[in-house]
């Protein structure tokens, strides 16, 4: 029987949720439980184009002016090219299943008013928080986004603290965890990173990678906990942040004016270099799906030190959990630094590392899909 899966997205960003996603796929494929893959996309994500190419014959690739905007809760419905787009492409390829890739329940608004003709709807999600828990007025748009986690017909998250935000979000179908993986990181020493890197070899490195997005990230946290520790408590450490974002200007204004060797670089290709050279990973963040970074981190056995949220709380030992907005950072990066205190972090990561596989996941992935 011929059997159809749509893909739809419209986000112009390449992350680690579509880097889990193209990871995924392969068991959807090997499995050949559709005849037909059309992966649907945003032509400005030129990134996402290019390594979707190697999947081809096996997925066809179709893209579309359309992204996401601000406000699509409340005003996705006024997009008329969009809609009719969206009810041209499901006309044209008459999906069984319709995988929508989503970053948050904002992403694809205008597809989820559409009619699907009875296809299944699927919604791959990496993190589903409520308005008021990321600091916002829930008032309304919780309200608003209960009917969009109603729409799916099944959820596939990366975690079990993601399907309890769906729940407590208003999702109502079946949910499978498939868990995100990574493998472990190419082995370097630590000296020859950071003479490759430029860093100071003698000092200790704490290493924030990603987005530097203030709000969601909680760089503005990290920066008063800087500022409390001061220049002499922290005159052994260096403070390096690896990406891009509009957090940029918070820290070039932190770096002039706290006297901490604090230091910027714009986003890499070798992610793995940097922490290579770092003694401890910085995870300030308010709000998480379950970040790559972080089990990055864990595979190469570097100690994290991570704000106490859901997803934190299921991977991490409690002594690696701070509140950033009261803690003493100096005396936080001295206690997680310490031999018996890293070699601790290392076997208990590795311990809960061992439970997931890419093998598991892409079976949970595929039989979701599947249902």
Known sequence: MTRK?????????????ERMLLALLPGVIEREQFTE??????ESNQRLHDVLQAFEPHIRIITWPFVKRRGEPYLGWLR?????????????????????????????????????????????????????????????????RQWLYRRPDHYIVPSEAVAQQVEAAGGTAPITVAHNFVGPPPKRSKAVARLALGLPVQRRTALFLGRLDPAQKGLDRLVGAIERAGRERLAGWTFLFVGDGPGRPLLERTARRSGVDLRLVPWTDQPDMYLSAADVLLLPSRFEGLP???LEAMHCGLPV????????????PADALVDFDTVDLAAALASMTRPEAAAGFAAAASATLGTHTLE???????AALAA
């Open 292 to 294: 790559l970074v972080l």
């Open 305 to 316: 030190l991570a704000s106490s949220i859901d997803v934190m709380r299921d991977y991490l």
């Open 80 to 144: 008329w090219r969009y809609r009719r787009a969206v009810r041209d492409i499901l006309a044209a390829e008459r999906p069984d299943t319709v995988l929508l890739v989503q970053g948050r329940i904002e992403n694809l608004v205008v597809p989820m008013l559409a009619d699907f003709g009875g296809a299944r709807l699927v919604s791959y999600l990496p993190m589903a928080h409520r308005q008021r828990e990321m600091d916002r007025n829930g008032l309304i748009g919780d309200r608003i």
């Open 360 to 366: 598991a996941a892409q079976s949970s992935f595929a």
């Open 5 to 17: 899966l749509l893909i739809l997205h419209d986000s112009a960003d390449f992350g680690g949720h």
């Open 37 to 42: 893959i059309v992966f649907c996309f945003p």
